[in-house]
């Protein structure tokens, strides 16, 4: 029995392979236009770098964590997450302007994965972090900073930042489909970004803040995440951290993932 498919009629593939092959196709894609533009490749290399130089050079002298004799070894894990959390708020400027000039509407109206488009990009930003920690952790062994807890460790610490970038990923592309302007996600998420960041433990212990904000900073995401960071590449205790980290990442991803999809679903440019 042959079936009969209406002229103009969209068939839609589906399946775990040709959701990986949509995902895979919408990434090179997004890698692709990485490379094309120059000013990107230097926010993506530049960027960290100084992070990385700034913080060091700038505070290293005045500040003096318990624990650590080179300030590079408390503050490169945080450095991390800040470097990666500012590329984020990329992945809303992107989905906002493809939004804008219905490149949206041209993928929908592609037989492909309706996620695809969404998963696509943030396995881009992912590749993207994953060079960017390279950078900065090169960097920081050029200027001292050192894995303490052993190889295994190091590369938990990394798939860790990656994770957290995956997140931060979701987040602003559900942004990004609910502000529709370019400008108004990449200013946005830098709003939402700044001030989480600088009051949680990213440059400075938590017991030096007033009491009123150690209570906010406890609980900030960031300072759980990065103390995880820092405890994996400092040694010590590492479980209890690292839990509480994995459990706020599977949070924001099982509240953000569905949520973006459901948003890009009904979004158009008009």
Known sequence: ?????????????????????????????NLHRLMRVPT???????????????????????????GVTRYIDYALPGIWVLAIAFGASQTGVALADDLTTGMIDRFRALPMARSAVLAG?????????????????????AIGFR????????LAAIG?????????????????????????????GLLAVIPLIFTSSTFVPVATFPGWLQAF???????????????????????????QALIWIGGLLATAIPAAVIRYRCTTAT
């Open 1 to 29: 029995m042959t079936a009969t498919i209406a002229p103009g009629s969209v068939v839609r593939m589906s399946g775990p392979g040709w959701l990986l092959a949509d995902v895979a196709t919408i990434t090179g894609r």
């Open 40 to 66: 990107l490749i230097a926010f993506a290399t530049v960027q960290p770098v100084l992070f990385v130089l700034l913080f060091t050079y700038a505070w290293g002298g005045a500040i003096h964590p318990p």
């Open 121 to 141: 990009r943030v396995a881009a930003d992912a590749a993207r972090n994953l060079f960017v920690l390279a950078l900065m952790t090169g960097v920081g062994y």
């Open 147 to 154: 894995f303490h807890a052993g190889p295994a460790a190091a």
């Open 160 to 188: 860790l930042a990656l994770a957290v970038g995956i997140a931060f990923s979701w987040i602003f592309a559900l942004l990004g489909l609910l502000v529709r302007d370019p400008e108004s996600a990449g200013i946005g």
């Open 217 to 243: 900073a406890n609980v900030n995401p960031i300072t759980v995440t990065v103390d995880a960071l820092r405890a994996l590449c400092l040694g010590g205790p590492t479980a209890t951290h690292v839990w």
